[in-house]
């Protein structure tokens, strides 16, 4: 498929919500230590904000967006700082394509960075995670949310470099 707004053609699609077995434990684990390596390595991640609308006028959008769920979605981080391009699609994606599209993770980086404590350095990933305390990196994660207490440390295994065996429940 060619992917929107670039010019090449994207080969693999990859959608955690659907390409992960969640029935096996084992592709779990390796899905979750890879999952920030695979966003920084993509060419471009669509961002659904399930949350906003697109027929909005220019300041409700922004109200909208800074609003929305996905910014305090714990696994959402890493989407937003793992690749180097993010798009962000509201409601309307499905029917009028790169027309729906809200802005990109370096057009809205004021927005977002205002939105998520993320400095914009780290957006434009001038300067990339490694490069950040943890004390920093833990306050970009302190008031999102999971379903599931382990995986507030687990969204946060790409961003400080750590691959480790999953143990949900204990």
């Known amino acids: 498929m060619q992917c929107a707004g670039h010019k090449r053609w994207i080969q693999v699609c990859w959608i955690d919500t659907c390409c992960i077995d969640y029935r096996s434990s084992a592709e779990i684990s390796e899905a979750i230590n890879s999952m920030y390596r695979w966003y920084q390595a993509c060419t471009v991640c669509y ?7 697109n027929g909005l006028n220019r300041q409700d959008t922004q109200e909208e967006f800074s609003r929305s ?3 305090t979605r714990g696994w959402t981080l890493q989407e937003l700082i793992g690749p180097a391009t993010v ?3 509201g409601d309307q994606w499905h029917s009028k394509g790169q027309e729906a599209s809200l ?3 370096n057009s809205l980086q004021k ?3 205002e939105i998520t404590r993320i400095p914009e350095s780290v957006l434009k990933t001038i300067l990339l995670p490694p490069s950040y305390s943890i004390a920093q990196k833990m306050s970009w994660a302190a008031n999102r949310e999971t ?3 382990e995986d507030k440390a687990y969204c946060l295994l790409g961003l400080f470099g750590v691959n480790m065996r999953l143990l949900y429940g204990e």
Request: net charge neutral; hydrophobic share 35%; aromatic share 22%.
């Open 47 to 53: 961002a659904y904000l399930t949350d906003m609308s």
């Open 69 to 71: 769920r996905w910014f």
């Open 87 to 89: 798009e962000f699609y």
């Open 103 to 105: 802005g990109t993770k």
């Open 111 to 113: 927005e977002i960075s």
């Open 147 to 149: 379903t599931r207490i």
